[in-house]
Structures are given as structure tokens and as C-alpha cells.
């Protein structure tokens, strides 16, 4: 599988975005997807998860702003950030494989990476 992440870029605090993320392979829809992010300095984190029955995980430091959703049509996972705070700010990764791999930080698949900056 391979994995292409859009949607990053600036934006204000209190703002939102939406990263998709676009995988090839027709096994796309039986793969678990998720996101993780990395800010400078820091480890990488696990920031959300669904599995194929669309069952979704959080980390809590992002429960009530973000929202993860697949649409296996399009081979495409979404990440919707809303109310973004200056500590969002990191470098966003798509991830894919089942879920216990994606759950725990050993994917089959990673994608390139896109940065997410919000400014106070």
C-alpha cells in the first residue's frame, strides 16, 4: 500500500483543517488507517485511529476537536481538526495496517508526512 497524504499548511489558532490521505491497492478497505503526528523535539504520538468496521480511537488530547473518517470508495482517510491550538503544530503522518500495527506505532505502511502549523 502506498500513501499520500494533502491538507496541511497554516493556520490561525481556533482554526481547522482536513488532511486526507489517499491509498493505492484494492486491500485499502480491510486496513486499518490512522494518524500520528511529530513536533520537533518530540515523540512521535499517535493522534487517531479507525479500523474497518470504522470503529474510532483518540488520543485525549485531541477528543472533541478531531474527527477520523474513511471513505473506502476512494481508498481515502480524513482527518478533520477543528479548534486548533498552537500544540497541534507538528508534522502529520498517515499510517495503515491492521489495527494492532497501526495502533501501536508499527504500520505496514507510512505516508510522507505533511506539516500543520498554527499560530497564536
Known amino acids: 500500500v502506498q500513501l499520500v497524504e494533502l491538507g496541511g499548511g497554516l493556520v490561525q489558532a481556533g482554526g481547522s483543517l482536513r488532511l486526507s490521505c489517499a491509498g493505492s491497492g484494492s486491500i485499502f478497505s480491510i486496513l486499518a488507517m490512522g494518524w500520528y503526528r511529530q513536533a520537533p523535539g518530540k515523540q512521535r504520538e499517535l493522534v487517531a485511529y479507525?479500523?474497518?468496521?470504522?470503529?474510532?480511537n483518540y488520543a485525549e488530547s485531541v477528543k472533541g476537536r478531531f474527527t477520523i473518517s474513511r471513505d473506502n470508495a476512494k481508498n481515502t482517510v480524513y482527518l478533520q481538526m477543528n479548534s486548533l491550538k498552537p500544540t497541534d503544530t507538528a508534522v502529520y503522518y498517515c499510517?495503515?495496517?491492521?489495527?494492532?500495527?497501526?495502533?501501536?506505532?508499527?504500520?505496514?505502511?507510512w505516508g510522507q508526512g505533511t506539516q500543520v502549523t498554527v499560530s497564536s
Open positions: 479507525i479500523n474497518i468496521d470504522s470503529i474510532t
Open positions: 499510517a495503515a495496517g491492521t489495527t494492532r500495527m497501526v495502533a501501536g506505532d508499527s504500520p505496514a505502511a
